[in-house]
Nanobody
Framework: QVQLQESGPGMVKPSQTLSLTCTVS??????????WSWLRQPPGKGLEWIVY???????YYTPSLRSRTSISRDTSKNQFTLQLTSVTPEDTAIYYC???????????WGQGTQVLVSA
């Protein structure tokens, strides 16, 4: 059974860097058929896709966040990590990691982690 679990701080201060890690079990993140994504949902708004890293290692970022976002992975731990720099209160959201399959379905999700950006 594939499982994803987000971890990271529940609160960060404005201008700091947010770092969130997704730990995956049940499948290796280097498998070629899948893409490992980060998404977020701000309060009262819809879901926003942020970035993915493919099993082969290439990445793709949503243009609006590209300048502040990076994604990396630790294959020995089967984890991938999102970093978002220079956060503002507008980055307050529930952050999710998810798997995308080879026909672009988000087929497995983490439970989500709430992040509050506040002084």
């Amino acid at each position: 059974q594939v499982q994803l679990q987000e971890s990271g701080p529940g609160m960060v201060k404005p201008s700091q860097t947010l770092s969130l890690t997704c730990t995956v079990s049940g499948v290796t993140i280097t498998a070629n058929d899948f893409y490992w994504s980060w998404l977020r949902q701000p309060p009262g708004k819809g879901l926003e896709w942020i970035v993915y890293i493919a099993g082969a290692g290439f990445t793709y970022y949503t243009p609006s966040l590209r300048s502040r976002t990076s994604i990396s992975r630790d294959t020995s731990k089967n984890q991938f990590t999102l970093q978002l720099t220079s956060v503002t209160p507008e980055d307050t959201a529930i952050y999710y990691c998810a798997r995308v399959d080879d026909i672009d379905r988000f087929d497995f999700w983490g439970q989500g982690t709430q992040v509050l950006v506040s002084a």
